[in-house]
């Protein structure tokens, strides 16, 4: 198990622009293995390299809607469709206790690369869309907390967690 800090706000790293992956090598493979078990930890569902302090373009999203979460890696990702819109909570692993609504697209095309270099396309909607697009947004330094139409009161992170 390695299991990475999870930058929090502040960190000058997540503000950054993140550089592409070049070498599909034991390095990544180690990169990626430690950012499944970090994701994992923290029962996330997305995590990008640089909230662990990896300025590489490099992000996880998990696809919760079904019994198990199914994990994809996304290596040098880009949204290359997006349709319809969707307006719902979003939240971020180093933004823990914050809540914000965010517009996002309903549905997402991404093209991506696996973590040996081979290419391929993922047809993202609801929550997975979702989590593309803020995970790809950490990728150029944007927070969620810069898109967020208003935040969430305690009250309302109070009810969305008991609906969980
Ligand atoms: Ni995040």
């Known amino acids: 198990m390695g299991i990475r800090k999870i930058i929090k706000k502040g960190d000058i790293s997540l503000t950054k622009k ?53 994990i994809y890696e996304l290596v040098n990702p880009e949204i290359v469709e997006a349709e319809g819109e ?39 909607e609801g929550l997975l869309a979702r989590a593309c697009c803020h995970e790809i947004d950490h990728l150029n330094g944007i927070l969620f907390d810069s898109i967020a139409e208003r935040f969430l009161s305690e009250e309302e992170i109070e009810e969305m967690s008991q609906k969980e």
Not at 18 to 44: C, F, H, K, V, W
Not at 88 to 102: F, R, T
């Open 86 to 124: 969707q307006i719902g909570p979003e939240g971020c692993l180093s933004l823990p206790n914050i809540w914000g609504q965010v517009t996002r697209p309903e549905k997402v095309k991404v093209h991506a690369f696996d973590r040996y270099g081979e290419p391929f396309e993922l047809e993202a």
């Open 18 to 70: 993140s550089r592409p992956i070049t070498e599909y090598n034991a390095r990544l493979q180690i990169l990626l293995n430690d950012m499944r078990d970090t994701l994992a930890e923290a029962n996330g569902v997305g995590l990008a390299a640089p909230q662990v302090g990896v300025l590489r373009r490099a992000v996880l999203v998990a696809d919760i809607s079904g019994e198990e979460p199914v």
